[in-house]
Every structure is written in structure tokens, then in C-alpha cells.
């Protein structure tokens, strides 16, 4: 069993779809042009890299944002450029597969034989994980995207990791 890893998602986790509170200030966002308002929290690199040092694992992207969210989302949360779980553009429902069931088909396939904790608001994304072969022990941290990521989450990957340690 490889180090843990915390994998993120951007929207709906860090950028929630309404704001849940003063710490988060809208930013635009323009990868490749194309222009994204988000609400955003300068305080949750702090919190993260804390949870990363506590534990001893490793924070890496797991959003369709790839590795846009290096330039577009990491400095304006505090956070340093992380890895990212490369996510090819979604091919469409015409290849049998839904978007929700891409990504965590290329989650699973990236992760390899690490354990892993997932904040993620894709409320199927458990059940389409417990469907791929192989998957290494992990949590899912379901993230209920009008409220974003809050402290109660990482405290509940924070165990969960250091439970897994010991
Ligand atoms: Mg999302």
C-alpha cells in the first residue's frame, strides 16, 4: 500500500455554487479563454496543507479542471501547484459512459494502490468507485456543493487517515 493521498475536486468543493459565507470573494477564472466566476476561500490552502502535514499524505487535483487549476485556483485558495489526475474531455453519453463515471473511472486508474480520501460532491461518485476493480481502501467526503469545503470535513479525513496508519 503506496502514501495517502487527499484528492480535491474544484466545483461544487472548493468554489460552492452560492456563497456560504464572507470568507469566500469572487474571482474570474479564464482557462483557455473562456471566462468562470467562482467563489473562492484564501483559507483553505492553509487548512489543507495542515490535514497533507498532519497526516503525511499528499494533495493532488481530481476535477475537470486538470491541471488548469494550478494557474487558476491554487494561488487564489493558498495552495502551491499539486498533481493532478489527468481527465480526458469527457467523449459524451454516446460512449456508454456518464460524466460522473468518467472521472472516476480515471480517478481509479491514477490512484493506483494508494489510499485515498476524495472530497467530492458527486453524490454517485461512492457507488461508481465501489463498482471499479482493485480500488485501493479510500473515503469518499461528500461535499454538499452550497456549502463548499468546511473544517468538519478534513477533521473527518484526518481520522481516517490516521486510523488507516495505524
Ligand atoms: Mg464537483
Redesign the pocket.
Known amino acids: 500500500m503506496g502514501s495517502p493521498l487527499v484528492l480535491l ?5 472548493l468554489n460552492p455554487f452560492e456563497r456560504p459565507g464572507e470568507e469566500y470573494h469572487r474571482h474570474r477564472c479564464s482557462p483557455r479563454g473562456v471566462t468562470f466566476r467562482l467563489w473562492l476561500n484564501a483559507g483553505h490552502g492553509r487548512m489543507l496543507l495542515d490535514l497533507a502535514e498532519r497526516t503525511g499524505a499528499e494533495i493532488a487535483w481530481a ?2 479542471w486538470c491541471e488548469e487549476a494550478n494557474e487558476w485556483i491554487a494561488p487564489r485558495v493558498g495552495l502551491p501547484a499539486l498533481p493532478y489526475v489527468p481527465i480526458p474531455q469527457f467523449p459524451g453519453a454516446e460512449e456508454g459512459v456518464s460524466l460522473g463515471a468518467w472521472k472516476v473511472r480515471h480517478v481509479a486508474a491514477w490512484v493506483g494502490d494508494r489510499p485515498f480520501v476524495w472530497f ?3 453524490l454517485d461518485a461512492a457507488e461508481r468507485l465501489a463498482g471499479e476493480d482493485g480500488v485501493p481502501p479510500h473515503l469518499l467526503v461528500a ?1 454538499d ?1 452550497m456549502e463548499g469545503l468546511a473544517a468538519h470535513h478534513l477533521d473527518r479525513a484526518a481520522e481516517w487517515i490516521e486510523a488507516l496508519a495505524r
Open positions: 475536486d474544484v466545483d461544487g468543493v476535477s475537470y467530492e460532491d458527486e461535499v456543493p
